[in-house]
């Protein structure tokens, strides 16, 4: 089974400029999470998606963060403008399960991007 | 909103030998799930070990396994017979059940992670 799929590997980029981060989760799998993960902290969670949904978005700041998955697969996180703050790893997720079905299902996880602010 | 603590930002363990890892957390919810999840450096999060609420007995998963006490919440991790590989930062979580616009759905919380090293 392919694992998660995250693109690119590492960002480098000025203040206030734009990136886009790049997810392609488990075949199959209806739920996906974009993570913010700051060095040396625990993931934190930007939104989740239940199909192309949204289900949960309450700590992506909305004036800079923006998040699509269109057809319910694929998915992308955009910044702009990004902060010097932003510099962290973004994490994508994915899981099995659907809405309003709670269980013990495991989020898998990506190698994540690196994105550094200058 | 639910909390998760690890108290310890680094463990030190011999080769070979038991170390554990602690962590608690803060709900007011009966149902809900635990997890170990292990992140080596600049390497893929994984699953270690998980835990359901409502089951009174700890999880093994061959040399990794949990004290869960449910009244204290508490949720340690320990690992027998360490492992150079064992060597990672390794996150507790919690998965809640919320609502949202007539959704349910399980939403993660990691605690602050512990490093554990792993000496020859």
């Known amino acids: 089974e392919a694992g998660v799929a995250q693109s690119p590997r590492y960002k480098i980029i000025e203040k206030r400029q734009s990136v886009a981060f790049w997810c392609n989760p488990i075949s199959g799998h209806a739920t996906l999470y974009w993570y913010q993960q700051i060095l040396g902290q625990g993931p934190k969670l930007l939104i989740q998606?239940?199909?192309?949904?949204?289900?949960?978005d309450s700590q992506l700041p909305k004036d800079r963060f923006s998040a699509e998955r269109l057809k319910g697969v694929d998915s992308t996180l955009k910044i702009q403008p990004a902060k010097l703050e932003d510099s962290a790893v973004y994490l994508c997720?994915?899981?099995?399960?659907?809405?309003?079905?709670?269980?013990?299902?495991?989020?898998?996880f990506g190698d994540g991007t690196r994105l550094s602010i200058l | 909103a639910q909390t998760v603590t690890q108290s310890q930002p680094e463990m030190s363990v011999q080769e070979a030998e038991t170390v554990t890892l602690s962590c608690t957390y803060d709900t007011s919810e009966s149902d809900y799930y635990l997890f170990w999840y292990k992140q080596p450096p600049s390497r893929q999060m994984i699953l270690v070990i998980r835990q359901e609420a409502y089951k009174q007995q700890n999880a093994t998963e061959n040399r990794f396994s949990v004290n869960f006490q449910k009244a204290a919440k508490s949720f340690s991790l320990k690992i027998s017979d360490s492992q150079l590989g064992d060597a990672a930062m390794y996150f507790c979580?919690?998965?809640?059940?919320?609502?949202?616009?007539?959704?349910?759905?399980?939403?993660?919380?990691f605690g602050q992670g512990t490093i554990l090293t792993v000496h020859p």
């Open positions: 979580a919690y998965r809640g059940l919320y609502n949202a616009g007539g959704t349910s759905y399980g939403k993660l919380t």
């Open positions: 998606f239940q199909n192309n949904g949204v289900v949960d």
């Open positions: 997720a994915s899981s099995s399960g659907r809405a309003g079905e709670y269980s013990n299902q495991p989020q898998h």
